[in-house]
């Protein structure tokens, strides 16, 4: 449900949207709002990932946030968790990253829907994710970074939080690890005051 400026309520609604193939009842993650279309006049948009309740199948979509007309929609990635959005690689176009229940993480182009790349955790059976990222500059380069936590579904897989460079290149993983991993959204800060940035994360 959505409140305007007016303080009338609205309800989005992805009936209709959702793919009759899917084998269980579909539901919304948390969504990320940004401007996506290029037009500014218009106010921004509304990017949603969705899955069904045994994680077998979900959608990326992308809404006017005004008419809450679907712009676009990839059904690659399998159980999407919350998107984040911003320009990744400073080419002008934002990018909608998402973590999937397939084990890749997806870099999907926010005006059209295409997939620009997608990158593979690792091959464990019990690994699952990745899971929220944040996209920060976390070295200083002057290139964003994406950061995101592994998990397990079992206890026997040890996740990692992993960052990568904008181009799906590995840029480090984490010495620590944590039994069935890190699900939540990693924070980033220069806590000592040596302008080197920390990466937070709480593991499961």
């Known amino acids: 449900m959505i409140?305007?400026?007016k303080g009338e309520f609205g309800v989005i609604s992805l009936i209709g949207l959702l793919s009759s193939s899917t084998t269980s009842t579909d539901f919304w993650d948390e969504t990320a709002i940004a401007e996506i279309d290029g037009n500014v006049s218009d106010g921004q948009e509304i990017i949603v990932a969705t899955s069904n309740s045994d994680y077998t199948d979900g959608r990326v979509y992308a809404l006017d946030g005004d008419t809450n007309t679907q712009l676009w929609s990839n059904n690659e990635p399998n159980a999407s968790e919350p998107p984040s959005v911003d320009d990744v690689d400073g080419d002008g176009t934002k990018e909608?990253?998402?973590g999937s229940h397939d084990k890749y993480l997806y870099n999907i182009n926010?005006?059209?829907g295409a997939k620009n790349w997608?990158?593979?955790?690792?091959?464990?059976?019990?690994?699952?994710?990745p899971y929220r990222s944040t996209i920060f500059d976390i070295n200083n380069d002057g290139s964003k970074e994406i950061v995101f936590g592994e998990a397990g579904d079992d206890g026997s897989f040890n996740g990692r939080v992993v960052?990568?460079?904008s181009n799906s290149s590995l840029l480090w993983n984490s010495s620590t690890t944590a039994v069935?991993?890190?699900?939540?959204?990693?924070?980033?800060?220069?806590?000592?005051?040596?302008?080197?940035?920390e990466v937070i994360n709480n593991d499961f």
């Not at 997608?118 to 690994?127: D, E, G, L, R």
């Not at 220069?190 to 080197?196: A, K, M, Q, S, Y």
């Open 96 to 98: 909608v990253i998402v």
């Open 110 to 112: 926010s005006r059209t």
């Open 163 to 165: 960052a990568l460079k």
């Open 3 to 5: 409140k305007n400026k």
């Open 118 to 129: 997608k990158y593979q955790i690792n091959n464990h059976p019990h690994a699952i994710g």
């Open 180 to 197: 069935q991993g890190f699900q939540t959204i990693p924070a980033v800060a220069d806590l000592n005051g040596d302008n080197d940035y």
